[in-house]
C-alpha cells in the first residue's frame, strides 16, 4: 500500500557527502516512523537513522556526528543527509516505514552509495 523510491546515491571521494531521498506514495505524517538502514556485502543490514512521527530523529553512534535524518511533509519525503563520509559508509542504503497499525513495514528498493578515492 506504501511505495518507497530512494535516489541520491552514487560515488563520491572520502569526506564528501551525499544527500539522500526518500520519496513515500503517501504522506508522511500517516507513517508513524522512517528509518534509514544500510548493508555492505557480506555484513548484517544495520540501522542508520530514525524519524518519528512526533519529530523525534536518532542516529547510529558510527554516524551521529556526520549524518542527519529530515524530513520535508510537503514533497512526502523523508531525506538523509550524509557528511564526511568513509570508506566503511559504503553500502545499499534502504528507506524503512512502519504503520503501528498492522503494523505494516515497507522497504524502497535501495540506493548504492559509494565512498573511495
Known amino acids: 500500500q506504501v511505495q518507497l523510491v530512494e535516489s541520491g546515491g552514487g560515488l563520491v571521494q572520502p569526506g564528501g557527502s551525499l544527500r539522500l531521498s526518500c520519496a513515500a506514495s503517501i504522506s508522511i505524517f500517516r507513517i508513524n516512523v522512517m528509518r534509514w538502514f544500510r548493508q555492505a556485502p557480506g555484513k548484517e543490514r544495520e540501522l542508520v537513522a530514525t524519524?518519528?512521527?512526533?519529530?523525534?530523529?536518532s542516529a547510529a553512534d558510527s554516524v551521529k556526528d556526520r549524518f542527519t535524518i529530515s524530513r520535508d511533509n510537503d514533497k512526502n519525503t523523508v531525506y538523509l543527509q550524509m557528511n564526511s563520509l568513509k570508506p566503511e559508509d559504503t553500502a545499499v542504503y534502504y528507506c524503512?516505514?512502519?504503520?503501528?497499525?498492522?503494523?505494516?513495514?515497507?522497504w524502497g528498493q535501495g540506493t548504492q552509495v559509494t565512498v573511495s578515492p
Open positions: 524519524l518519528t512521527s512526533t519529530g523525534s530523529a
Open positions: 524503512n516505514a512502519v504503520i503501528r497499525i498492522g503494523p505494516m513495514s515497507y
